[in-house]
């Protein structure tokens, strides 16, 4: 057992700017928090929305503040709109089921999506590689910087996996590398990385083009806000079975994601 990162995604196809639309989750993906004791914390890390209209995102349960509003917030238009950090994490419980609803645009056909990042503390029966800003300083040797070539589909959810090395092969043989964040060529809601060393969960970033700076450092923000090891590592031993995925909208169009890495003499 260990920690791991989850990305739960979702969408909901014209909303409309009246009354609030259930979302629906990912394939794949579920509303319902995952069984753990009740001893070991999950949180929730950030959580994001792309929508085409300006509108606003719900998500609630019974275990929340209240059943009625729990964590709302307002979104704007064609970006993906995140916030830098909660500053403090929202806490889930096992086997909770979320509601998670949107509101946007009522062109028919246009997809109003978002993705969850939820922090599992020990995860029955997975076990993904995380490593602390420390522990990053002290084992880097190199900055790397990977592309990988992606193909989203156009009805949402995600799509164009690719092996991390698909589109280039640079990895050293049998070297961990940890993944810092990424950067898009376009906009996508959300990039994710999963293969063996995430407990083949997905750790994922927005991806928003016009947010560089935070994106490509995404995974050491993150451990620096929570205090916690959320920076995903994985060996080259791994690389042609851990992939990189998005999760679009409507519009579709291959796009180039950088995968932000450093090289490391070692993860201890």
């Known amino acids: 057992m260990?920690?791991?990162?989850?990305?739960?995604?979702?969408?909901?196809?014209?909303?409309?700017?009246?009354?609030?639309?259930?979302?629906?989750?990912?394939?794949?993906?579920?509303?319902?928090?995952?069984?753990?004791?009740?001893?070991?914390?999950?949180?929730?890390?950030?959580?994001?929305?792309?929508?085409?209209?300006?509108?606003t995102a719900r998500i609630r349960s019974p275990k929340l503040h209240d059943n009625v509003q729990g964590i709302r917030r307002e979104v704007v238009a064609a970006q993906v709109d995140f916030t830098e950090s909660l500053v403090v994490p929202q806490r889930f419980w096992p086997q909770d089921t979320l509601i998670v609803e949107?509101?946007?645009?009522?062109?028919?056909?246009?997809?109003?999506?978002?993705?969850?990042?939820?922090?599992?503390?020990?995860?029955?029966?997975?076990?993904?590689?995380?490593?602390?800003?420390?522990?990053?300083?002290?084992n880097i040797i190199n900055l790397f910087s990977n592309i990988v070539s992606?193909?989203?589909?156009?009805?949402?959810g995600y799509s164009g996996a690719a092996a991390i090395n698909a589109t280039e092969d640079l990895f050293i043989a049998n070297t961990w590398y940890a993944i810092l964040g990424f950067a898009a060529s376009a906009r996508v809601?959300?990039?994710?990385?999963?293969?063996?060393?995430?407990?083949?969960?997905?750790?994922?970033?927005?991806?928003?083009?016009?947010?560089q700076d935070i994106t490509v450092r995404w995974f050491p923000l993150l451990t620096a806000w929570y205090g916690i090891p959320l920076i995903p590592v994985f060996n080259s031993a791994n690389k042609s079975s851990t992939f990189i995925d998005v999760v679009s909208n409507q519009t579709g169009g291959a796009l180039s994601v950088n995968v932000m890495m450093a090289q490391l003499a070692g993860v201890t």
């Open 150 to 156: 992606i193909a989203p589909g156009v009805v949402g």
């Open 2 to 55: 260990g920690a791991v990162l989850d990305t739960v995604s979702f969408q909901v196809t014209a909303p409309g700017v009246g009354a609030f639309v259930a979302s629906t989750p990912a394939t794949g993906d579920s509303f319902t928090i995952r069984n753990t004791a009740l001893t070991d914390p999950i949180f929730l890390l950030n959580h994001w929305v792309w929508n085409n209209a300006a509108g």
């Open 102 to 138: 949107q509101t946007g645009s009522a062109v028919a056909g246009q997809i109003e999506t978002g993705s969850l990042l939820v922090y599992y503390a020990n995860f029955p029966g997975i076990a993904a590689t995380f490593i602390d800003l420390p522990t990053l300083q002290k």
């Open 189 to 211: 809601a959300t990039i994710a990385v999963r293969g063996p060393d995430t407990g083949n969960l997905r750790a994922s970033a927005p991806g928003e083009p016009g947010k």
